[in-house]
């Protein structure tokens, strides 16, 4: 057996488990690790500026990928309580990413040594598992665990905490007959599944709810077979959103309070049977739970156990993974169909696209300054099929979910529950480098772009280009749109004279200064008739110079995005469609 660095086995298990990717800033404590990783070669590396804006990284590109998980490393304290909100992010949206931090010498960890911190019992609540490891010989298992702990059930983030004379120690260890521990997920039976589909069968105007479980699962293909055999429309939630194609005949939107279709809403209303494949009833999505519930079944099927019935109890439930009791629907569909014992939902189908046809918002506003609706407009006038979109939270997320289109699952790549502001530029450079041919469109307000910024520096020197739409009213949207109800308007405002761009009118940050003192390219355009074109100058300056583009829209100061607090109460402060010239790129318009 060969003997080595615990650190170095633990790089020969980063690569055995398929690792070829971290995002990370190197520190003292970490230094043995980051040693080890250039003696051993094979794990790729870019430099993060914010410990947190690595996290992120993580994220995208774990969410680009099925089977990806991404990797974050840093020095001991600060930078591991840095990494909490990308821990938490990852948590709440059940993606798996590995945390691994340097933490101060054994013999000094109840010595307050500098920058020792108890990480493990920190990151403890927003992790599957965290641990500090403080046998050298332990090192490769522990890793070997936490691979097994991601990948299994609900998958999710681990946090490995490494002392550094840890590190350092040699211990004995065979990467050539190392393998991986199988993962565990649990599966529908047969009778659970002829059970719940029997339940579908029986209604008369059936959903399904399509969760963030299924993109997990990669099983999206089976959600669409599993509609179009039983022609059950499909309402996707927004960890959702791709898992059927906006424009497929059996796509009738999405529902909730925000990100959300008028259509969508009004289908849900009029359903009296929902099957939730993958979901966790998320409280932006069922708003009031009684208009939610009532006149309805519900089936609901999930991964993780203490998911049933944690919101509202079901009519059924069923613990599996998401492509394991596709698997038995599709099978099970089939059988019926050649039975003749499937439903005809022809009538039901259409009617939730009649809903889709007329129950729309209006996107083409010719005001100066730029309407929001008119940007997501002409996004969807270039930005094609292929597109991953990348936003975190905000007006400007709720609205593109409103108003942009998604036709494959990770192509709204979106951090659903957590929201940390600062999450899309990060995000971002993560799915680059996951998917280095994709065109990435990333979509911020302005604080959300300003909160982690210095991430662009990583983009130009990585040579990670995507194009960054900034949607600027220079206010804390999203908040000061909640302050209405405290009939207030109270330190959201971001508007102030910048005494160095007078020709911002009092916009406040420069943000095309500032991303090209960072090494991108940026554009800033003030009518509804430059967007379009600006975006195609960003499509060929992101080739050319293969780094980040932003392209800043100047919105005007305030606009109201439609929202409630019920389903059936969903506040449209807009005009509404009248014609298809008032929604030129709705998706109805566009199939």
């Not at 039975?339 to 100066?368: I, Y």
């Not at 500032?514 to 600006?534: F, M, N, W």
């Amino acid at each position: 057996m060969a003997k080595m660095t615990a650190a170095e086995a633990a790089i020969h298990v980063l690569k055995k488990e398929g690792i070829e990717m971290a995002f990370g800033v190197p520190g003292a404590a970490i230094n043995p690790f980051y040693a080890a990783m250039r003696k051993v070669g094979g794990v790729d590396h870019v430099l993060a500026r914010h410990v947190e804006g690595a996290s992120h990284m993580a994220e995208g590109y774990t969410r680009t990928q099925a089977g990806n998980i991404g990797v974050c490393i840093g020095t001991s304290g600060p930078a591991g309580t840095d990494m909490i909100t990308g821990l938490y992010s990852a948590s709440a949206d059940s993606i798996p990413i590995l945390c691994i931090t340097g933490q101060a010498p054994r013999a000094k960890l109840h010595k307050e040594d500098f920058q020792a911190v108890d990480i493990q019992a920190i990151a403890g609540p927003v992790t599957k598992w965290a641990v500090t490891v403080l046998e050298p010989a332990q090192v490769p298992r522990a890793f070997q665990q936490a691979f097994q702990l991601m990948r299994s059930s609900r998958p999710g983030p681990v946090l490995i905490d490494l002392p550094i004379d840890v590190q350092m120690s040699e211990i004995e260890f065979d990467p050539d007959t190392y393998e991986p521990l199988p993962a565990y997920k649990p599966s529908a039976s047969r009778a659970q599944a002829e059970k719940a589909m029997a339940m579908l069968n029986a209604a008369e105007r059936p959903l399904l709810v399509a969760g963030g479980g299924i993109v997990n699962a990669d099983a999206s293909e089976l959600l669409t077979e599993l509609a179009e055999i039983t022609g059950v429309p499909v309402i996707p939630t927004l960890m959702g959103w791709g898992t059927i194609p906006d424009d497929h005949p059996l796509m009738a939107g999405m529902v909730g309070l925000q990100t959300s279709h008028r259509y969508g809403n009004a289908t849900l209303l009029a359903s009296d049977f929902v099957m939730g494949i993958g979901n966790r009833w998320a409280n932006r999505h069922t708003g009031n739970l009684e208009t939610y519930t009532e006149g309805r079944t519900f089936v609901h099927v999930d991964i993780e156990p203490t998911q049933i019935g944690r919101i509202f109890g079901p009519d059924y439930g069923i613990v599996s993974d998401a492509r394991a009791a596709l698997e038995l629907f599709v099978e099970i569909a089939k059988e019926w169909r050649a039975a003749g014992t499937l439903k005809d939902r022809s009538a039901w189908a259409e009617a939730c696209q009649a809903r889709k046809r007329s129950l729309l918002r209006k996107t083409h506003f010719d005001n100066v300054p730029v309407k929001p609706q008119r940007v997501y407009e002409e996004m969807n006038k270039v930005f094609g099929r292929d597109t991953r979109y990348v936003s975190t939270i905000g007006l400007s997320q709720i609205a593109g979910a409103q108003f942009l289109h998604v036709y494959k699952p990770r192509h709204w790549i979106n951090c659903g529950q957590a929201g940390p502001l600062g999450w899309t530029i990060p995000a971002a450079l993560g799915v680059c480098r996951a998917d280095p041919s994709a065109e990435v469109v990333a979509l911020s307000g302005d604080y959300d772009f300003q909160f982690m910024v210095e991430e662009l520096a990583a983009g130009a020197q990585f040579k990670l280009p995507y194009i960054h739409v900034l949607v600027n009213n220079s206010y804390l949207g999203l908040i000061r749109q909640a302050q209405r109800g405290f009939d207030m308007d109270y330190c959201v405002q971001l508007s102030f004279e910048n005494i160095n761009c007078p020709e911002i009118n009092d916009y406040g940050v420069d943000h095309v200064s500032v991303v090209e003192g960072l090494g991108c390219k940026a554009l800033r355009v003030t009518r509804p008739d430059e967007i379009a074109p600006a975006l195609e100058q960003a499509r060929e300056l992101m080739r050319e110079h293969r780094v980040p583009v932003v392209v800043e829209v100047i919105l005007e100061r305030v606009t109201n995005i439609a929202m409630g607090t019920d389903l059936d109460g969903v506040n449209e402060f807009e005009d509404l469609a009248e014609n298809q010239e008032d929604a030129p790129t709705s998706i109805s318009a566009l199939t």
